[in-house]
């Protein structure tokens, strides 16, 4: 099959975006010619290396993969109304570049958000002939209207409206969780067009050490909880903070944040303003290195707003976490998420508006290391069973090729 990707963020950008390199490599692996249609890097920094900067377009292939890349406004985290004119400057680039790939595509595949990738999908699948399918990593508008990012407007009624349009046009949708395919079938795609396909993780994270990241960060004497991630609006990190006000009489327990975003200031702040000395904020590191920095932990540390479309979310870094074999505690009642980690071992849950509760939890697992060490071990064994990543590309390449 010659199949077509298009998705606004890949690497050399971090996060969730290696799925889809992961899987387009897998492809490749096993004898098919795949093509992605990307931005120019910038995310979550707003900056582009030099490498790119200043190209309207470029080509490069990575691991087989043919990457196409186009100009965008580069914008950050911390710059969303930038970064919704980088997702429409991307739809005009991408369909003017379009024209330069010459390929006869068996498939076009858009991973979606931002809402603007199944809108080029569709139309390069028209213009192009083939099938289309959408991949919906997160739902868009919904997830903003509920987690406060966005406002609900005539403007999101008009996307959504767009958007589910585009979900009854696609030939095909897949969903990287459980939750968003049963809303795809509440609002009328049939279960015979969708396949839920989840993120998994790659060996690296099943196999690394710590590689001395506690000695190199003064950690060799903590027990250490880390949050790894981007600092959103999504997830209610000022708890986090509270919580290590809470127990700056335990000298023994430190707070580290690796990652960057919209909330990283705030934090900041919050952190100096209290004075804490139990908690870093060591900014984004090199992606090479988060397995690293997860197996380096006592606990690992995930939370989400407790909104509706919460229960259906997934973060694609708790496979990365469940594979270090690391307990996790989690800033949630319920949802998806919570549902795997009961699965596969016992969920370590608190509400997520509540230092009280985080700080009594943390304590509890320090002072019962050998129940953290079963329970990270479960955790670790559940995702080399059932969730390692070559194992999602096998299936999602089935289902393509049953198109």
């Known amino acids: 099959m010659k199949i077509l990707i298009l998705t606004q963020h890949f690497p050399p950008e971090k996060g969730a ?17 795949v093509s992605v249609m990307t931005a120019i890097p910038n995310y979550p920094d707003g900056i582009v290396p030099p490498a790119y900067r200043g190209k ?8 087989g993969v043919k990457v196409y890349r186009n100009w965008v406004l580069p914008a950050s985290n911390s710059q969303p109304t930038k970064r919704m004119v980088g997702f429409i400057t991307f739809l005009i680039t991408s369909l ?38 959408i991949e919906v990593r997160d739902l868009q508008p919904e997830s903003g209207e509920e987690f406060g990012n966005l406002n609900q407007s005539l403007f999101t009624r008009t996307v959504r409206r ?3 349009s585009l979900y009854r046009k696609a030939d095909r949708i897949v969903s990287v969780t459980d939750g968003i ?20 993780v790659g060996r690296e994270f099943i196999h690394s050490d710590s590689n001395g990241i506690r000695k190199t960060f003064g950690w060799d004497e903590k027990f250490l909880v880390l949050y790894s991630g ?3 609006w ?19 327990i430190h707070f580290a944040f690796v990652g960057d975003g919209q909330k990283k200031n705030a934090l900041v702040d919050m952190v100096h303003d209290y004075g804490l000395k139990n908690v870093s904020l060591i900014g984004t590191q090199p992606l090479e290195t988060i397995p690293y920095f997860l197996k380096s932990a006592d606990v690992l540390l ?14 694609s870094k708790m496979f990365e976490y469940m594979a270090s074999g690391r307990p996790i505690v989690f800033g949630s009642r319920q949802g998806e998420a919570i549902d795997e980690l009961k699965i596969a071992g016992g969920a370590l849950t608190y509400p997520s508006d509540s230092p009280d509760a985080l700080s009594k939890l943390i304590i509890k697992l320090r002072d019962s290391r050998e129940e953290c060490e079963k329970l990270g071990k479960q955790y670790r064994d559940h995702i080399v069973e059932n969730h390692q990543r070559e194992s999602w590309a096998r299936q999602y390449l089935a289902f393509l090729k049953d198109i």
């Open 56 to 63: 309207f377009f470029s080509y490069e292939k990575m691991d």
């Open 302 to 315: 995930e939370c989400l707003k407790e909104v509706g479309v919460a229960k259906m979310a997934f973060p």
């Open 162 to 164: 767009i958007i589910h």
């Open 181 to 200: 395919s049963n809303y795809m079938e509440m609002i009328g795609i049939p279960r015979s067009r969708m396949a839920t396909i989840k993120s998994g």
């Open 17 to 33: 975006v290696r799925r889809l390199y992961e899987f387009a490599r897998y492809f490749v692996e096993h004898g098919h010619d």
């Open 230 to 232: 981007t600092l959103g």
């Open 96 to 133: 003017i570049n379009s024209f330069r790939v010459k390929t006869k595509f068996d498939i076009i595949l858009a991973s979606t958000p931002p809402v603007t990738t199944p809108v080029i999908g569709w139309l390069l699948s028209k213009i192009r002939r083939c099938p289309f399918v």
């Open 234 to 252: 999504v997830r209610p990190l000022e708890t986090v903070i509270e919580a290590a006000r809470q127990l700056v009489d335990q000298p023994d």
